[in-house]
């Protein structure tokens, strides 16, 4: 009895092991119901990329390590002296020109002057010349009549002709006033021009002074530090990664003969490695138009050569719902390994 007893309790033990092996082979592998699952997904998250959009030496680097950040905060600030220079000189140079067009149009206000002088002039040289003329016309009759000399009328001839030639010197005087105004107006044009282009260096002189502090553009968490006090950098280099907070969801590549029952607005239940014993809930909020080998750097050709049918696959986005516990949804983090099961 007790050699049966133990065959007995030998052969339960192994119905046992064998059934737990078979239930764990069919909760791994097997998946029941209306549900298309995969295990070639991960958690993402919105890596923001942060530059230097000037080039210059770096004064103070204000965050460590994998520290959170909120929107606004001072990241790193670049040495500001050599832009603050050429702020003063741009304001310098807009200063200056301000003072051109001032001083154009002072002397436009001048020529205004002259030419209505000019024109005062005109007509007093216009009512002398035509009575001039009058007077010689009648001292012209009276020589006919023999009642003036020859020398009489060759006076009053003379000083006719004196005054219509200085008549006709004040009109072109008129003349040439007008053409300088004309090309003082050109001047003022080019004054304006010289005051928009010193504004605008300005501006920018401004833009690049402010680019000097570089500030977090979301909330998040910055990536490792590769940047030190007195180092040189270069504009556009990468100063550090801030893997943004406001936002988190799932990419599950799932084979391209499951997204036949895969729509958007579909239940998803959500598991992720690092987080065990908590199934996440979710919905498919987006299908790839493409598959994952069309997006890469070399597309498959299939007219290149021998042809090998490959099983694609289709990148399908899943986002969190609002019924996941906040503290479960914290200790996610980009990269991380999911499971997915798309109920439909």
């Not at 092991?17 to 909760?27: M, P, S, V, Y």
């Not at 959009?53 to 905060?73: I, L």
């Not at 007077?135 to 023999?146: A, D, P």
């Not at 997204?259 to 490695?273: R, S, Y």
């Amino acid at each position: 009895m007790r050699h049966k007893t133990k065959i007995l309790i030998y052969n339960i033990a192994a119905c046992a092991l064998l059934i737990c092996a078979l239930a764990w082979i069919l909760e791994k592998f097997i998946h029941l119901g209306r549900v298309e699952y995969t295990d070639n997904a991960q958690v993402k998250q919105l890596i923001v990329p942060i530059h230097s959009r000037v080039q210059g030496f770096v004064r103070e680097v204000r965050f460590e390590d994998y520290q959170k950040v909120r929107k606004g905060d001072t990241l790193v600030i670049i040495e500001d002296t050599e832009f603050r220079y050429r702020l003063a000189q741009a304001q310098a140079d807009y200063a200056n020109a301000c003072s051109g067009r001032s001083a154009v149009s002072a002397t436009m206000s001048t020529t205004d002057r002259n030419i209505a002088v000019n024109d005062a002039g005109i007509e007093e040289a216009r009512i002398k010349m035509e009575n001039a003329e009058r007077e010689y016309r009648r001292y012209e009759n009276l020589y006919k009549q023999e009642a003036v000399t020859k020398q009489q009328l060759d006076a009053m001839q003379t000083n006719y002709d004196v005054l219509k030639a200085h008549y006709e010197m004040l009109q072109r005087q008129r003349t040439s006033t007008v053409s300088m105004k004309q090309e003082q107006h050109e001047h003022l044009d080019q004054s304006e021009a010289a005051i928009g282009l010193a504004k605008a260096t300005i501006d920018l002189a401004k833009l690049n002074l402010s680019y000097t502090i570089i500030v977090a553009p979301c909330d998040g968490t910055t990536g490792r530090k590769n940047i030190q006090t007195g180092q040189f950098v270069q504009q556009g280099q990468s100063l550090v990664d801030i893997v943004a907070s406001d936002e988190i969801w799932i990419v599950a590549n799932y084979k391209e003969t499951q997204t036949k029952n895969i729509a958007d607005g579909m239940k998803v239940n959500i598991e992720v490695d690092a987080v065990p014993d908590v199934i996440f809930t979710g919905v498919v909020s987006a299908v790839s138009q493409a598959t994952g080998a069309a997006f890469s750097l070399l597309p498959q050709d299939n007219s290149a050569g021998n042809f090998v049918k490959v099983e694609q696959r289709i990148p399908v986005r899943i986002d969190f719902d609002d019924k996941n516990s906040k503290e479960a949804m914290t200790r996610l983090r980009a990269g991380m390994n999911a499971e997915c099961e798309v109920n439909y």
